[in-house]
């Protein structure tokens, strides 16, 4: 029988609501082209998951982003330009996550070499202490531009053990290193045109890479796959209200 003939399908409440599940440790990978919502569904999830026990360190390459600034406020993550940050102004708690924007000075060898010092320092400390969410907001971008791929493999290949769990998003599903597909126990692929980014799936494994094509080729805008490879367990999530 045809996949898409079988296979469910949530609104996104409903996904986030009554199917989310998340245990630390776990590893999840965005891919979509731009402009398709993985930065708001992104921060849906991470709105049901991030705690002060489980808190989330989202490192940001951009120098502006609107919708960012805009979630950093609505989930009281603390915004810094460096790690470790300041102490959290609320004395008898902690963050349910951080914003690590280093500031930019619009030189590209000098931004490159101060993200990549910040972003480095952030991840070996989320790797060291355990049970922390790092989301890298653009994989490609981190791995090549910033050099981080040994840090980025690091935390996708031995981060479960110490409950740090890996985020990462990226517009081109061929470029992202492998592990973003063969260690992510969550994956959220949007409409995908390009064939040889869709290739790229047969790297999940554990599934068949032609019916998720298919799948993703038939996906209106805004709409996801869901595969959680533990079952796996397919589903797709149809577009927010009002999309």
């Given amino acids: ?22 245990a630390p440790g776990e590893h999840v990978t965005f891919l979509a082209p731009t402009q398709t ?29 609107a919708v960012v600034d805009e979630w950093q406020k609505r989930l009281k993550f603390q915004r810094t330009e460096d790690w470790p940050p300041v102490a959290w102004k ?21 931004d490159d070499a101060q993200l990549r010092r910040v972003f480095r320092k952030a991840m070996l400390a989320a790797y060291k202490v355990g049970d922390r969410i790092v989301d890298v907001d653009e994989m490609y ?20 053990s110490m409950g740090c769990g890996q985020w990462g998003g990226s517009q081109r599903p061929r470029n992202v290193p492998l592990y973003a597909y063969s260690q992510a126990q ?6 995908t045109p390009d064939k040889a980014d869709r290739e790229r799936f047969r790297d999940i494994g554990g599934i068949d890479a032609m019916d998720v ?5 038939d996906l209106d ?7 959680n490879r533990s079952g796996p367990r397919l589903c797709r999530i149809r577009a927010a209200e009002g999309k």
């Fill in 1 to 22: 029988m045809d996949l898409q003939l079988r296979l469910p399908e949530f609104d996104r409440e409903e996904f986030l609501s009554e199917r989310w599940n998340y």
């Fill in 37 to 65: 919502g993985k930065t708001t569904l992104k921060f849906q999830l991470l709105q049901r998951t991030a705690t002060p026990k489980l808190p989330a360190i989202v490192l940001v390459m951009k120098p502006r982003d």
């Fill in 90 to 110: 609320r004395k008898f708690s902690n963050p349910p996550g951080w914003m690590v924007k280093p500031r930019h000075r619009f030189d590209p060898t000098v």
């Fill in 141 to 160: 971008g981190v791995a090549n531009e910033l050099d981080l791929d040994s840090e980025m493999n690091t935390l996708w290949s031995r981060g479960a």
């Fill in 186 to 191: 969550h994956l959220f692929l949007g409409y």
């Fill in 213 to 217: 094509s298919d799948v993703v080729m």
């Fill in 221 to 227: 805008d805004h709409e996801w796959l869901y595969i």
